[in-house]
């Protein structure tokens, strides 16, 4: 009789065909191992889970036994093993797990770099281990999609408002414009396709011989998932966004900014919040992200002090102009990362002092602009390297 079975620390799972033969032939061979290895079976810690059997037969081995019947679904390294596939109400746990985090989170204040960062190392590392064993309900996938973006936009975890960007777009590459996410429901498949390719090695039949991912030497869950993605354009813009010396919510801003989506007064004042959709600094023409950055008489000057502070003169009023710029014309490399550093700041400062107008009606000055972004970029660059650079 072939007999398999499944060993974590002191659990042992052991699995034989549904009828009293086998039961008994497999309680025998454990017998032979208990005497040669002197570990004893707990009969009141032992079950017996049976499918598709007659309830006398069920009886009969119960009685042969000595276990007590139970039923499926039981749990097993924290997750539910049951026959059937799994249901809605079967992975509530996993929701959760995540819900009771972003509780213990939401006491804090946390910037969106922050909950970016949150969202791609916790929150999707909780349904990973899930998600590698079992294909999961799509109501369940959706609910985590919907628990990730209400976390990410809002800080809460059932807040379903749409966010600036979608998230499909969240889930591109960063090289593709998004923030490198999983895709829960195409990365489950992928990884669920792993088990189907280690069945596959040890019985393949000519039927799925001719399925080319299940017959490949070695399967890897990130090539699959990248074919199961649709690819989109890539972006221009990418290093400059995702430089590493850049501070990560400045990064997240600049990102915003590159897109779009920033709530600029004339996108709010399109969706009727708002009757005044010019610029909050000068008020004379209406304030779009190009005019913000760097049309605006304000954001022009603080460009040109900050490029004087680097050693340049620029003329270009337009943000990607500007990145095509310092890319054409620094060609070394650490310089122009820190440029990209600078410039990352100068966007979030800008958007920090149109806020600031906004609900504060305070402007702040421009030297105390260039001074902030001198600071954050020193401080940056000599947290990141560990030594002092001069800038
Ligand atoms: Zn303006």
């Given at each position: 009789?072939?007999?398999?079975?499944?060993?974590?620390?002191?659990?042992?799972?052991?699995?034989?065909?549904?009828?009293?033969?086998?039961?008994?032939?497999?309680?025998?061979?454990?017998?032979?191992?208990?005497?040669?290895?002197?570990?004893?079976?707990?009969?009141?810690?032992?079950?017996?889970?049976?499918?598709?059997?007659?309830?006398?037969?069920?009886?009969?081995?119960?009685?042969?036994?000595?276990?007590?019947?139970?039923?499926?679904?039981?749990?097993?390294?924290?997750?539910?093993?049951?026959?059937?596939?799994?249901?809605?109400?079967?992975?509530?746990?996993?929701?959760?797990?995540?819900?009771?985090?972003?509780?213990?989170?939401?006491?804090?204040?946390?910037?969106?770099?922050?909950?970016?960062?949150?969202?791609n190392?916790?929150?999707?590392?909780i349904?990973?281990?899930?998600?590698?064993?079992?294909?999961?309900?799509?109501?369940?996938?959706?609910?985590?999609?919907?628990?990730?973006?209400?976390?990410?936009?809002?800080?809460?975890?059932?807040?379903?408002?749409?966010?600036?960007?979608?998230?499909?777009?969240?889930?591109?590459?960063?090289?593709?414009?998004?923030?490198?996410?999983?895709?829960?429901?195409?990365?489950?498949?992928?990884?669920?396709?792993?088990?189907a390719?280690?069945?596959?090695?040890?019985?393949?039949?000519e039927?799925?011989?001719?399925?080319q991912?299940?017959?490949?030497?070695?399967?890897?869950?990130?090539?699959?998932?990248?074919?199961?993605?649709?690819?989109?354009?890539?972006v221009?813009?990418?290093?400059?966004?995702?430089?590493?010396?850049?501070?990560?919510?400045?990064?997240f801003?600049?990102?915003?900014?590159?897109?779009?989506?920033?709530?600029?007064?004339?996108?709010?004042?399109?969706?009727?919040?708002?009757?005044?959709?010019?610029?909050?600094?000068?008020?004379?023409?209406?304030?779009?992200?190009?005019?913000?950055?760097?049309?605006?008489?304000?954001?022009?000057?603080?460009?040109?002090?900050?490029?004087?502070?680097?050693?340049?003169?620029?003329t270009?009023?337009?943000?990607?102009?500007?990145?095509?710029?310092?890319?054409?014309?620094?060609?070394?490399?650490?310089?122009?990362?820190?440029?990209?550093?600078?410039?990352?700041?100068?966007?979030?400062?800008?958007?920090?002092?149109?806020?600031?107008?906004?609900?504060?009606?305070?402007?702040?000055?421009?030297?105390?602009?260039?001074?902030?972004?001198?600071?954050?970029?020193?401080?940056?660059?000599?947290?990141?390297?560990?030594?002092?650079?001069?800038?």
């Open positions: 009789m072939a007999m398999n079975h499944l060993c974590f620390a002191d659990d042992l799972l052991m699995f034989c065909r549904g009828d009293l033969n086998s039961v008994k032939l497999m309680l025998e061979g454990f017998k032979v191992f208990s005497e040669a290895t002197g570990l004893q079976v707990n009969p009141t810690k032992s079950s017996i889970y049976c499918c598709g059997m007659s309830s006398s037969i069920q009886t009969s081995i119960q009685q042969c036994s000595g276990f007590k019947l139970d039923f499926l679904p039981f749990r097993y390294l924290g997750v539910p093993i049951s026959s059937k596939k799994l249901k809605a109400s079967d992975c509530d746990l996993l929701v959760e797990k995540m819900v009771a985090k972003i509780k213990v989170w939401s006491s804090r204040h946390i910037s969106f770099a922050g909950r970016m960062q949150l969202v190392s916790v929150l999707m590392s349904c990973v281990y899930w998600g590698q064993i079992f294909l999961l309900p799509k109501r369940i996938t959706q609910k985590i999609t919907a628990i990730c973006r209400s976390f990410l936009w809002f800080g809460t975890y059932d807040e379903s408002r749409p966010g600036s960007v979608g998230w499909d777009q969240l889930c591109n590459h960063k090289d593709q414009g998004g923030l490198g996410f999983r895709n829960i429901s195409l990365w489950n498949q992928a990884a669920v396709g792993k088990l390719w280690a069945i596959s090695e040890n019985s393949i039949t039927a799925l011989a001719s399925t991912w299940l017959t490949d030497p070695k399967y890897s869950i990130k090539n699959i998932y990248g074919g199961l993605c649709t690819q989109q354009p890539k221009h813009w990418h290093r400059f966004v995702w430089n590493r010396f850049s501070v990560p919510k400045h990064r801003t600049l990102w915003l900014a590159l897109l779009d989506r920033l709530k600029t007064r004339v996108r709010l004042f399109k969706i009727g919040v708002g009757d005044d959709p010019s610029c909050a600094i000068c008020g004379s023409v209406v304030e779009t992200c190009s005019h913000l950055f760097f049309e605006c008489t304000f954001s022009t000057d603080c460009l040109q002090l900050v490029l004087n502070w680097l050693g340049y003169t620029v270009k009023t337009n943000l990607t102009q500007v990145f095509m710029w310092v890319r054409r014309y620094c060609k070394k490399e650490f310089r122009r990362k820190v440029i990209f550093t600078a410039l990352a700041g100068l966007v979030y400062q800008i958007w920090k002092a149109r806020n600031d107008v906004v609900w504060n009606h305070n402007v702040p000055t421009k030297q105390f602009i260039l001074k902030t972004i001198q600071f954050d970029t020193r401080h940056r660059i000599q947290n990141l390297l560990g030594k002092t650079v001069r800038l």
